[in-house]
């Protein structure tokens, strides 16, 4: 019998989708839980025959899909954020700051070995995507997200492939005390808007394509589809936050600018700038809660940017 703490989870970036590099870099992953597997789907026969007795059933689809969640954390979800993102993160210009654009035209795919080691269960997701990446965060608490995996191959060796694994990061992992940078417009939040709390998410509207004569049961192939870029936002009714909500009649464009930093030094910024308001969300009143506006926002046109800056 295993538990969680049994498990551990390796990933590599391929240069040829379902295919392992000549000599891959294999990471470990931070992670709080993840739910990767491969499910089968069966089809129930329909035939009558001289009895009642059903006739049995054949697996005719699959999937190897999961999620995994996590606690942000300087360099640990880097490879996430490229995935999700399609592109790389490139030197700004300025040292130790490098900027990752969203919204690339290729999806890179990873290989992902989970290995139970209680057990010797040896599961290698290859050809895999981020579907959909998330980050949150409130006044209390840490700033965590989740990452949606898809993947097109999938087996279960005897032996593992991963060899010569780098060490999982030991970067500390970052709490609303992390937050050093609020701004819609412009302008700080702090003491005017109150920000409460966020949620950022990039989805790359994943489409599975699954092709005849494959001789597999998962998709052999995911396409990408419009990238939608959304920021939901909780703020305190204020003069300065009332002023937003004319926005989502006006349809004129905002910003917005969300900043982290850990103990280490270690920084990220999300900057995105061109939003469409699409919900003010405005709280009902009553006497006992505090007005609030749950601001719905999407990004559009443009791409907006993560900068990082390495201690």
Not at 56 to 70: F, K, L, P, Q
Not at 154 to 174: E, L, S, W
Not at 279 to 294: E, M, V
Request: glycine share 8%; hydrophobic share 35%; proline share 4%.
């Amino acid at each position: 019998m295993s538990k969680g703490t049994d498990v551990v989870i390796h990933i590599t970036k391929e240069e040829t989708p379902n295919t392992l590099p000549a000599l891959p870099e294999w990471h470990t992953l931070r992670r709080n839980s993840d739910s990767l597997k491969k499910t089968v789907s069966l089809t129930q026969s329909d035939e009558i025959v001289n009895s009642r007795f059903e006739q049995g059933s054949i697996a005719t689809s699959g999937e190897a899909t999961g999620n995994i969640e996590y606690e942000l954390s300087a360099l640990s979800q880097d490879m996430f954020l490229e995935g999700m993102a399609g592109n790389v993160f490139t030197d700004s210009g300025t040292p130790d700051v490098s900027t990752l654009e969203i919204g690339g035209d290729t999806l890179a795919t990873y290989t992902i070995v989970k290995h139970d080691k209680k057990v010797g269960l040896i599961q290698v997701f290859t050809g895999c995507r981020i579907g959909e990446l998330t980050i949150q965060g409130d006044t209390e608490g840490k700033i965590t997200g989740s990452v949606s995996v898809s993947a097109t191959g999938y087996a279960t060796p005897a032996v593992t492939p991963v060899t010569n694994p780098q060490a999982a990061t030991t970067t500390p992992f970052m709490s609303s005390l992390n937050l050093n940078s609020f701004k819609i417009n412009g302008e700080t939040t702090v003491g005017k808007a109150c920000a409460e709390s966020f949620t950022i998410t990039v989805n790359n509207n994943l489409t599975a394509k699954p092709c005849l004569a494959s001789g597999s049961l998962i998709p052999n192939r995911y396409t990408e589809g419009n990238v939608t870029i959304t920021l939901n936002v909780t703020l305190a009714l204020t003069a300065t936050s009332k002023e937003w909500i004319p926005y989502v009649e006006s349809r004129e464009t905002m910003t917005a600018e969300i900043g982290m930093e850990d103990t280490a030094g270690n920084a990220y910024g999300f900057h995105f700038t061109r939003l469409e308001l699409d919900n003010d969300g405005l709280s009902d009143t009553n006497k006992n809660d505090d007005h609030t506006l749950a601001m719905e926002f999407r990004h559009v046109k443009e791409a907006p940017t993560i900068t990082r800056t390495t201690a």
